[in-house]
């Protein structure tokens, strides 16, 4: 079972900061926080991940709780295509662990 | 560098035969996995391959199998197909387990 609730779905106006919200309030301390999201019919794509320090990169920041119970994923100019399903993940990095994928959150950029 | 790649990317096949889907990772990416995506059950792990090694499997029947080669192209096979196998097969690799980048996927449809 994933280890992680996200809502259902949001909506976000194109050009606007779009702030996913994630909670993994059962979060081990060996285990990271992943981001992936998925284009219709695409593959998963990754955007970041991360332990306890927040964490940028181009595509996105995540915000990380100091307890670590929940994350916001950051996308700070959203686009049309950003529309997509994102999946807030939580596992243990390196090693065989799989991903394990909830329902994730569909976020929908409105022009 | 070049990304995941599958093939093929669309199969059509009849229930009790068998089907063989490819995959050729990043270039020096070890580690494969391979999911399975259904409208009703998401994204389900199946197998993870590490130089030629399964080290992680999911809860699929034996009927679901998979190979690593010694330059890390893997393949997986479904035998006796049944109408319920129809999905979107994605491939991921890794670096050592790290964040995992996606193919983009194999549709199989069983008639």
């Known amino acids: 079972d994933a280890k992680t609730t996200q809502p259902t779905s949001m909506d976000c106006a194109e050009g606007r900061a779009a702030n996913l919200p994630c909670n993994h309030s059962?979060?081990?301390?060996?285990?990271?926080v992943y981001w992936y999201r998925q284009i219709h019919s695409q593959g998963p794509q990754y955007i970041i991940h991360g332990l306890k320090n927040n964490e940028t990169n181009e595509m996105a920041s995540l915000i990380i709780t100091e307890d670590r119970k929940s994350s916001t994923l950051i996308l700070p100019h959203a686009t049309l295509r950003d529309t997509a399903v994102y999946y807030c993940i939580v596992r243990v990095a390196g090693g065989s662990e799989k991903l394990v994928f909830g329902k994730g959150m569909k976020l929908t950029v409105n022009p | 560098k070049a990304g995941v790649t599958q093939t093929p990317r669309y199969l059509i096949k009849t229930r009790g035969q068998q089907v063989t889907l490819s995959c050729s990772p990043i270039?020096?990416?070890?580690?494969v996995s391979w999911y399975q995506q259904t409208p009703g059950q998401g994204l389900q792990f199946l197998f993870e391959?590490?130089?030629?090694?399964?080290?992680n499997k999911g809860n699929f029947p034996g009927r679901f199998s998979g190979r690593q080669f010694s330059n890390s192209r893997s393949e997986m096979n479904v035998s006796t197909l049944e109408l319920g196998d129809s999905a979107l097969y994605l491939c991921?690799?890794?670096?050592?387990?790290?964040?995992?980048?996606f193919g983009p996927g194999t549709r199989l449809t069983v008639t």
């Open positions: 059962t979060i081990s301390g060996n285990e990271y």
């Open positions: 391959y590490f130089s030629e090694t399964q080290r």
């Open positions: 270039s020096g990416h070890r580690s």
């Open positions: 991921a690799s890794s670096w050592m387990g790290q964040e995992e980048y």
